[in-house]
């Protein structure tokens, strides 16, 4: 990585930073790809993701930048090669791609696909709630990424709002797999307790018995909810209380936001506590709420990003 200033068009001067990656070609010569780093698109618990365009290609990338001082523990190594093994093996398009993954003296790089509308998070702060039809709209393609992942023996394990990106064209995308897990066999239960606390199952929360794929179908019910009543169904000042509730399945609908018949069902259906009890993705996919999926948008436009989608 290195540092330089340049003369920005009003003529101040600006600081840009360039990091290099050294690629060994096939006849064993070095080349190096440079790219400019840019705006800074915000922080997770190791990475601070920033623009990077590509300086041969002017392509530009979101680029997690991981500093090696945090993964001092081999812990914190291992989790990172477990995110990279996984999402670099991934191709569907409401996934958020992975590029390239490449490290210096300072820190480690992963460029992914850039998703410049940020995420559901932002979405729903802004707007507060959205209508069936939206959530709908995303529901389906959060089906889809799950029907590949699970597919491919992959559980996500930390669904949430804020890994649900949106790209330029407003499509959805599921991003950070850095709890992600990869099944060896169809019948393996889990038993790390991981995932985020409004959104994890109850199963992982009782570890004896094991989780498998059924999680992201509960934390699918949560994001169902929380698109459409605006906070999360299980949502309290403090952790222990939230796993209390989780536990007792005790959430409610409240009576200020009107919600069909349908919605209530499915989020009914798929927040029952017995994973074994709970819809698979292919059921939900023929549950009232989604049937006749022709009638849904593909893709939203832009607009609803800051406003409803207009009645016509
Ligand atoms: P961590 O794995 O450390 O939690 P995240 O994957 O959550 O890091 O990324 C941190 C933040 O960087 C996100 O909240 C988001 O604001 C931004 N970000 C991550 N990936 C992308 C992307 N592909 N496109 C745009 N912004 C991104």
Same mark, same amino acid.
């Given at each position: 990585?290195?540092?330089?200033?340049?003369?920005?068009?009003?003529?101040?001067?600006?600081?840009?930073?360039?990091?290099?990656?050294?690629?060994?070609?096939?006849?064993?010569?070095?080349?190096?790809?440079?790219?400019?780093?840019?705006?800074?698109?915000?922080?997770?618990?190791?990475?601070?993701?920033?623009?990077?365009?590509?300086?041969?290609?002017?392509?530009?990338?979101? /680029?997690?930048?991981? /500093?090696?001082?945090?993964?001092?523990?081999?812990? /914190?190594?291992?989790?990172?090669?477990?995110?990279?093994?996984?999402?670099?093996?991934?191709?569907?398009?409401?996934? &958020?791609?992975?590029?390239?993954?490449?490290?210096?003296?300072?820190? &480690?790089?992963?460029?992914?696909?850039?998703?410049?509308?940020?995420? #559901?998070?932002?979405?729903?702060?802004?707007?507060?709630? #959205?209508?069936?039809?939206?959530? *709908?709209?995303?529901?389906?393609?959060?089906?889809?990424?799950?029907?590949?992942?699970?597919?491919?023996?992959?559980?996500?394990?930390?669904?949430?709002?804020?890994?649900?990106?949106?790209?330029?064209?407003?499509?959805?995308?599921?991003?950070?797999?850095?709890? /992600? =897990? *990869?099944?060896?066999?169809?019948?393996?239960?889990?038993?790390?307790?991981?995932?985020?606390?409004?959104?994890?199952? +109850?199963?992982?929360?009782?570890?004896?018995?094991?989780?498998?794929?059924?999680?992201?179908?509960?934390?699918?019910?949560?994001?169902?909810?929380?698109?459409?009543?605006?906070? +999360?169904?299980?949502?309290?000042?403090?952790?222990?209380? =939230?796993?209390?509730?989780?536990?007792?399945?005790?959430?409610?609908?409240?009576?200020? &936001?009107?919600?069909?018949?349908?919605?209530?069902?499915?989020?009914?259906?798929?927040?029952?506590?017995?994973?074994?009890?709970? +819809?698979?993705?292919?059921?939900?996919?023929?549950?009232?709420?989604?049937?006749?999926?022709?009638?849904? +948008?593909?893709?939203?436009?832009?607009?609803?990003?800051?406003?409803?989608?207009?009645? =016509?």
């Amino acid at each position: 990585m290195s540092k330089g200033t340049s003369h920005g068009k009003d003529g101040k001067e600006e600081e840009y930073v360039i990091v290099e990656e050294k690629v060994v070609k096939y006849n064993g010569e070095i080349a190096v790809k440079r790219y400019q780093r840019g705006r800074f698109l915000g922080k997770g618990g190791f990475a601070r993701c920033y623009e990077f365009q590509n300086l041969d290609t002017k392509k530009i990338s979101a /680029a997690k930048v991981i /500093a090696k001082s945090s993964l001092t523990k081999s812990r /914190a190594k291992q989790k990172l090669m477990s995110e990279i093994k996984i999402h670099r093996s991934l191709h569907h398009n409401n996934i &958020v791609g992975f590029e390239h993954f490449f490290e210096d003296s300072e820190n &480690v790089y992963i460029t992914l696909e850039l998703c410049s509308n940020q995420t #559901l998070n932002e979405l729903i702060r802004r707007r507060k709630r #959205l209508h069936e039809l939206e959530t *709908k709209c995303y529901i389906v393609q959060i089906i889809s990424a799950l029907r590949y992942l699970h597919s491919h023996r992959i559980i996500h394990r930390d669904l949430k709002l804020g890994n649900l990106f949106l790209s330029a064209k407003m499509e959805l995308k599921i991003g950070d797999f850095g709890l /992600a =897990t *990869k099944l060896e066999f169809d019948g393996e239960r889990k038993r790390t307790i991981c995932g985020t606390p409004n959104y994890i199952a +109850p199963e992982i929360l009782e570890a004896k018995q094991g989780h498998s794929y059924e999680v992201d179908i509960w934390s699918l019910g949560v994001i169902l909810y929380t698109m459409l009543i605006g906070k +999360p169904p299980f949502e309290t000042a403090d952790v222990k209380t =939230t796993y209390r509730r989780i536990r007792m399945n005790a959430y409610t609908f409240p009576d200020h &936001v009107h919600i069909s018949e349908s919605a209530k069902d499915m989020i009914s259906k798929i927040l029952t506590n017995d994973p074994a009890k709970r +819809p698979t993705l292919d059921e939900l996919l023929m549950h009232d709420f989604l049937y006749n999926e022709g009638s849904i +948008p593909r893709l939203l436009p832009a607009s609803t990003l800051a406003c409803p989608p207009s009645a =016509t």
